[in-house]
């Protein structure tokens, strides 16, 4: 049974910075995509960054790029999210997802809720003005 536990959330101030991590457990995740979502209240869940376990690609989401970098611990089997920069309109519940589909593996896949099939229970952003 997969497992995806996030930590490393809770409140900052705009300009500030936050790790998150996302350990992850019940699989060999090598020929995973792993993502990191967010959903801010009344919003849809968007996506943030997604890292290709093996290769190391990364991807990330507009709203954030230049500001969030996405990597993995292979030892520790845990996916971090760096966020810097931060701004209020960042504020959101965080989620760690992951894609265990083996299939072509472009923008498209990696940013949609649909390709994933697995979710952590999320952790809390809020970064104040």
């Known amino acids: 049974q997969v497992q995806l536990v996030e930590s490393g959330g809770g409140l900052v101030q705009a300009g500030g910075s936050l790790r998150l991590s996302c350990a992850a457990s019940g699989r060999t995740f090598s020929s995973y995509v792993m993502g990191w979502f967010r959903q801010a209240p009344g919003k849809e869940r968007e996506f943030v960054a997604a890292i290709v376990w093996s290769a190391g690609y990364t991807y990330y989401g507009d709203s954030v790029k230049g500001r969030i970098t996405i990597s993995r611990d292979n030892a520790k089997n845990t996916v971090y999210l760096q966020m810097n920069s931060l701004k209020p309109e960042d504020t959101a519940v965080y989620y760690c997802?992951?894609?265990?589909?083996?299939?072509?593996?472009?923008?498209?896949?990696?940013?949609?809720?649909?390709?994933?099939?697995?979710w952590g229970q999320g952790t809390q952003v809020t970064v104040s003005s």
């Open positions: 997802a992951a894609d265990s589909k083996s299939r072509g593996i472009n923008y498209y896949t990696v940013s949609r809720r649909q390709s994933y099939d697995f």
